[in-house]
């Protein structure tokens, strides 16, 4: 009993530093999700989960499906709102993180966990924007916990934690397909430790597999339906050959992203863990180094692969980090206090700065009279003055949909009509708007196509010509211009044509 009070207050003694470290986060995420815009995969998350699919071209549907939840349950569409979803599953992954680091390091272990997790910005922001990230973060923490609870109960272990660990995986995997390492990893662990291979012989971990594989029929489904597009996509984006320089840029990306105190004692953290006298801690190491192992080896051999494709291998790195540095003695877990909260300093005030300037324009203000050319935002701007332009205009009249050149402008522009009228990409490859009701239909349509102020004249002639192999009666109406701030910022080319019906898959 004794024993118990001692535990309680032990707890009590870490709950403070966690709710501001929790406080902190929310902080940091609200007064990102108010003043950015949506960037352009949100604007394209957005405008394709419009119209209901099962899944999507580049990913499965759970981070698509829910600002659309978020905008249908409150009738608003402002970035905060569309955003409101993603800031639960940050929030949610960072008291998953902490639980887990509770696991293994006790409750310093589960406090320093929720540090550096929950301040570190690139997982912070990956709580924030519309991206598949933030589901796959929360559930995926989920499903690990209860996998933590599952080796750490050992014999004790129910069937109920098994089912737990399956509807969790079944969610990650309906968020991002990263969630599939997860128990490939387990599987791993359970193959080469003698507690692992006493699972085979219970339904436990069969039960929880063909749940979790519940979560990929939505994907399976869709993807059947249309030539496995999903897949040959995301197989086409490696395998280009040896490409050092590329995997050196991919990994001090990496390091940038974790800041470099997180990077160095996420490595020791990992590497300490990796032995059989404490398997909880192995069967974590291995969980995370499966994403980081597996997209390093594509930098490797890959010219298009992007540096936050690891990143949900480093999340099961904090709480490794965490129990780490809760074993420490307390000078040297002050000395990286020190050098964390420096570079935290640093970066949230880089962050908050490139929220200002990508709001207001405000920084190059002072130095030129016009934006430079280097200062582009384009790619995250309010395109909400575009639809009240050319209604007052009097551009709307008569217009059955619009269309744009490629993807990236269509979710762009798709955000300010906020899926109004249908909508079709004319050239580039138009990723999933290629599978929507939009790229098939016909009809009198404005070709609009977003640039930064300097750059829309010397485009429009192009434009025009392209728009006139279709419809050679095509016009140039005047630009819209929009303004970052209290200064005009961008020109959107307007282009009246008149498209006719194409066949499924226009466009691909």
């Keep these: 009993m004794i024993t118990d009070k001692k535990q309680i207050q032990a707890d009590k003694g870490w709950q403070t530093p966690v709710a501001m470290i929790i406080g902190v986060g929310v902080l940091f995420r609200l007064l990102v999700a108010i003043f950015l815009p949506l960037g352009v995969d949100e604007a394209h998350a957005l ?74 910005p690139a997982f912070a922001l990956a709580g924030v924007f519309i991206l598949p990230d933030g589901p796959l973060m929360f559930f995926g923490a989920i499903a690990v916990y209860w996998l933590v609870r599952i080796v750490k109960d050992g014999e004790k272990a129910g069937t109920a934690q098994w089912i737990f660990a399956g509807l969790a995986l079944a969610l990650a995997l309906m968020s991002k397909y990263h969630a599939a390492l997860i128990p490939i990893s387990t599987l791993i662990f359970a193959a080469s430790t003698r507690q692992g291979r006493r699972w085979f012989l219970t339904p436990g971990p069969y039960l929880a597999s063909a749940i979790g594989l519940i979560g990929l029929m939505p994907v399976i489904w869709w993807n059947m339906q249309n030539d496995w597009a999903s897949f040959t996509f995301q197989t086409g984006r490696t395998g280009q050959g040896l490409n050092l320089l590329h995997f050196g840029r991919m990994l001090v990306a990496q390091v940038i992203y974790l800041l470099p105190p997180v990077f160095v004692v996420a490595i020791p953290g990992i590497g300490a863990s990796l032995n059989k ?50 074993a420490k003695a307390p000078t040297a877990r002050r000395r990286f206090a020190i050098w964390f909260g420096a570079f935290l300093v640093l970066a949230y005030a880089l962050v908050l700065l490139a929220v200002l ?13 016009t934006p430079p050319s280097w200062d582009r935002t384009i790619d995250v701007f309010d395109y909400a003055g575009l639809r009240t332009a050319l209604d007052k205009r009097g551009d709307l009249a008569g217009v059955d949909m619009i269309a744009t050149p490629g993807w990236i402008e269509a979710g762009l522009v798709s955000a300010a009509f906020r899926g109004e009228l249908p909508l079709r990409v004319l050239w580039t490859n138009p990723h999933h708007f290629g599978f929507m009701e939009g790229q098939r239909a016909g009809g009198e349509a404005l070709l609009l196509v977003p640039a930064m102020l300097q750059d829309a004249p010397g485009q429009l002639p192009q434009l025009l010509d392209r728009a006139r192999q279709i419809d050679p009666d095509a016009r140039a109406l005047s630009p819209v211009i929009l303004k970052r701030g209290p200064e005009p910022y961008a020109a959107v080319n307007v282009i009246r044509l008149r498209l006719p019906p194409a066949g499924r898959g226009a466009g691909q």
């Design 357 to 369: 300037q990508i709001r207001t324009g405000a920084l190059t203000r002072v130095v030129y009279d």
């Design 277 to 326: 006298r404490d398997p909880a801690r192995l069967l974590v190491a291995l969980i995370a180094l499966g994403p980081i192992l597996f997209f390093n080896l594509v930098n490797l051999f890959s010219n298009q692969s992007l540096p936050h494709w690891a990143l949900p291998g480093w999340q099961y790195a904090m709480p490794l980090a965490g129990a780490w540095l809760a």
């Design 47 to 120: 405008a394709v989960a419009r119209e209901f699919s099962w899944a999507f071209f580049d990913h499965p549907p759970i981070g698509f499906w829910a600002p659309v939840v978020a905008a249908k349950l409150t009738g608003l569409e402002t970035p905060l709102v569309l955003r409101i979803p993603h800031l639960l599953f940050g929030a949610g992954s960072l008291w998953m993180i902490y639980l887990i680091g509770r696991q293994l390091g006790g409750q310093r272990g589960g406090c320093w966990s929720a540090a550096l997790f929950g301040l570190t």
